[in-house]
């Protein structure tokens, strides 16, 4: 790997698998020392599994408004698994 690294093996055996596998090196230098900038903080995680979310909510309800049929007979989840295909025919309601 590259000379810049700051990664030290503290033992024998360390030093003979970073020779012949330099895991624990991309481990340190990725994981460990990786700059990062100081603004980055838990709200761009969370803001990004928000966006995520939404996506998922809007996809699903597109699906569900091609399956809408406006029909009191048809109005039931049941009817709804039963005839979608990925739908959970196996589980009954009570």
């Not at 590259?2 to 020779?19: L, P, T, V």
């Not at 460990?32 to 980055?40: G, Y």
């Not at 996809?59 to 039963?82: C, E, K, Q």
Request: hydrophobic share 45%; proline share 4%.
């Amino acid at each position: 790997m590259s000379g810049s690294s700051s990664y030290a093996a503290k033992s024998r055996f360390a030093k003979w698998i970073d020779e012949r596998l330099p895991l624990p090196r991309l481990i340190h230098d990725q994981f460990i020392v990786f700059a990062t900038p100081r603004n980055l903080n838990i709200w761009y995680a969370f803001g990004g599994i928000l966006t995520f979310c939404l996506g998922v909510q809007i996809l699903t309800g597109i699906v569900l408004a091609m399956h809408y049929m406006p029909d009191a007979g048809l109005a039931s989840t049941n009817w709804f698994r039963r005839a979608t295909r990925f739908g959970s025919a196996r589980l009954t309601c009570w």
